[in-house]
Structure formats: C-alpha cells, structure tokens
C-alpha cells in the first residue's frame, strides 16, 4: 500500500492520547508487519528497495535509581563521640563490670564498642539472583527501530521467483568456505525452478539488507533476562487498546494469528484480514534485542493463585545457534497450554474455579464441534475466557510476564 493510500483510509488514535496512531483500520496491527510485496526479488541484476521508514514509537524517559545499599551504614567507634549523651542506642558505654554478652540462639559475641562487627558475623539468608548474560555491554544499549525489525524478516525469508527462501536456518550439512559470488548468484538465478540449489545465510545486493543487531550469536540466557532488552513489538503489552496480534491460543495452530487487515477492494467493501505466515517474514521477525537463546515465562498476570503452576521456556524450534523468533513464541505457547492437566492439579483447585474450569472445558468442545473427546483437560481450560494472548512485559526478577485476556 502505497503512502497516498495510507492517509486516505480512516484512522483510530490510541487511547493512552499518543499522537502516533495505533489502532488503524484497514492497515495492521504492529508497525513491524512485513509487506509480503516488498520481499520479493527478480533477479540477481536488481538492486534491492528498502521498505519506507516510519516515525517509531517515543519511548519513555528512564529514571535512574540511586544504587541500592549493599552493606550497613558505618557507624563511627564511640571515641570519636564528644557527647556520650546523644550515642546510638547499640553505642552505650558498658559498664566496668559488664562483660561480652553472647547473643541466644546464634553463639556470637557482641561487642558493645562496635556494632559492625557482630552485625557482619550473623548469617542473613539473602537471595540469590541468577547470572545474567555477561557480554550484553552496558554502553552499547539502544532500541532497535521498527525499520530494524522488518528487516529482519525480510532478510530471513525473501521470496525470489516466486518461491520463498530460508536464508535464516543454517544448512543441515555445513560448508567447510564460504560461498563464492559465482554460487551465489547461480542459486539466485535457478532457486526459482530448483530449490535445491539455494545456499541459507547469503549476502548479495539484490537480496535484503541484514541489520547488523542480529548478526552475532545470541546471548546464551542461563537465569535473568539482560536489564534493558527490547521485546519485539508483535509481543510487547498495551495496556489499553487493541492487541499487537490476535492469537487465540484454544486453537492447535499457530497460522491463524490476524496481524491486520487489507483495504477493501472495489468489488468488496468489506476489509480483508490478515494471517502471519509462521514461516513468513512476520513470523522469523526476532522475539527480543538482543537476539537470546532461552525465554523463560513465570508470570501470569492477575492470576488469583499464588503462583502460576505451569511456568515455561521459549526456545529456538529450528536451531540451536539461532535466536528466538516470533513463531517459536508461539509454538511454546500453543504446546504449554494444550497439555493436559492431572487429576491432582484439577482436585488442588477450589470448588468455584474446578466449576468454572469445567465450564470452559464443555464450552471449547462445543465450539471445536466435539461431542465425545478423549483429550481431557487441558491448562488453557484453566485460564477461562482469558484464551487470548496480550503480550509479554518483563518482570522485576529478569523473566517474562503474560497477559491474556478475553476476545476483543
């Protein structure tokens, strides 16, 4: 859709009173939706066309906090103190006939001239936080841009000749050199009757343009999620508005997620929706910046239990070195929540929720059109009418919390 027709369709500001519009009709829902038309390439002899650029979304001013007090403020020794009148209650001179006195229960002496000393010695159960990814450098911080993330995709999945390409998952058998422009160029020119003949993870100036964000590694996650990493927009929770994508998780498929809609064509005025492709340049967009290999998700929001029984891990479903990316967030989600719960996980619930979680149970197998169904139930009868995925939002302890809601 060309600039012109952009503008000449109605728009929806956000709600929140943003000046950039949101929720648009006819056009979709995150700014980062691959334009399918825009990743194909002819051939090899032209020169790729970079999608237009956007004003991206103002990001809010960060605050920063004060470092947090690691160890007890030093109190001075009781010489230092002119006026024994106006001592700390722990200062008080002993008297000359007063001894160390042991502490119950612990066997430490405490000495009345030092407090620090026997503060330091008792054993205070701190917690432990996990490691976080070491090599995400504090001074190289900054938001990818919506033209960044499109990018991605489009390099990840161009589409040449008709044909759709894998240029992001490595070759199954590697390459001992890398490809010469002779090969490259022959597998541009011959992918269109013969696949076979692509190479993945080639670079040519008729191909899209890489970002350079997303070219290393990605960072190896072992507990926390690095401080400052950005979501991708398609994940990222609005607090009011519409979702970045409608993803109802009671389905078991990930290719029926709507991103947006078309503009109506003269002979239907109705809107066209739009599907991500899983495979698609939507769905190889990254999950986070930086790229990491393991997503952990703990959290689910304005959950009434104590503690989500069924936290999971986001991992890459393709390959080991690549990063995560939006369909492997939703293969996690779809493959979490469709397991079935136990007899003991059912019988823990109280007697209002096992009610309301049979309800759900009876109501997806009437909308499925299942009368008899040996599947049982499943965690995502557990959640009730809140099916739809909303986004992720990082929590204070370095993991992910999701929010689901009810059909908009």
Not at 65 to 76: F, G, K, T
Not at 195 to 202: L, T
Not at 285 to 302: E, K, M, R, S
Request: charged share 25%; with cysteine.
């Amino acid at each position: 859709m060309s600039s012109a027709d952009r503008q000449s369709y109605p728009r929806m500001l956000d709600p929140a009173g943003c000046n950039r519009p949101l929720i648009r009709e006819y056009e979709s829902f995150p700014d980062n939706v691959v334009d399918m038309r825009r990743c194909t390439v002819g051939s090899s002899t032209r020169s790729w066309i970079p999608s237009p650029k956007s004003t991206p979304f103002p990001l809010p001013e960060q605050i920063e906090e004060p470092p947090a007090q690691s160890s007890p403020p030093i109190v001075p020794k009781t010489e230092k103190w002119e006026d024994q009148t106006q001592l700390p209650q722990l200062l008080t001179p002993r008297s000359p006939s007063r001894k160390h006195t042991r502490i119950k229960n612990k066997g430490l002496r405490k000495s009345w001239y030092n407090p620090n000393r026997w503060i330091d010695r008792i054993k205070v159960k701190k917690r432990k936080l996990q490691p976080v990814a070491e090599n995400w450098i504090q001074s190289e911080r900054r938001q990818a841009t919506i033209q960044e993330w499109r990018a991605e995709g489009y390099w990840a999945r161009p589409t040449i000749d008709g044909v759709m390409v894998d240029n992001l998952t490595p070759s199954i058998i590697p390459r001992d050199y890398p490809p010469t422009t002779e090969e490259i160029e022959y597998a541009i020119a011959n992918v269109g009757t013969n696949p076979d003949v692509w190479i993945p993870g080639i670079y040519h100036e008729s191909l899209p343009e890489r970002p350079l964000l997303w070219r290393e590694l990605p960072l190896q996650i072992t507990g926390r999620l690095p401080a400052g990493i950005q979501l991708n927009p398609m994940l990222e929770h609005r607090p009011l508005g519409q979702s970045p994508i409608e993803f109802d998780m009671r389905l078991e498929k990930i290719d029926g997620v709507l991103i947006g809609y078309s503009p109506p064509i003269p002979d239907d005025p109705n809107p066209l929706p739009l599907y991500m492709i899983p495979n698609g340049p939507n769905g190889l967009q990254p999950a986070t910046y930086p790229g990491v290999n393991f997503l952990p998700v703990t959290i689910i929001a304005d959950e009434t239990s104590p503690r989500f029984p069924w936290p999971f891990a986001v991992v890459s479903a393709t390959h080991a070195s690549l990063h995560i990316t939006i369909r492997d967030v939703l293969i996690a989600c779809i493959t979490n929540f469709h397991q079935r719960m136990s007899m003991q996980e059912v019988e823990s619930l109280s007697a209002v929720r096992r009610e309301h979680l049979y309800q759900t149970y009876y109501s997806r197998l009437k909308a499925a059109g299942i009368r008899d169904s040996d599947s049982g139930i499943e965690r995502i009868d557990y959640l009730g009418d809140r099916h739809y995925f909303r986004g992720f939002e990082v929590a204070p302890n370095g993991t992910l919390i999701m929010f689901v809601g009810p059909p908009s």
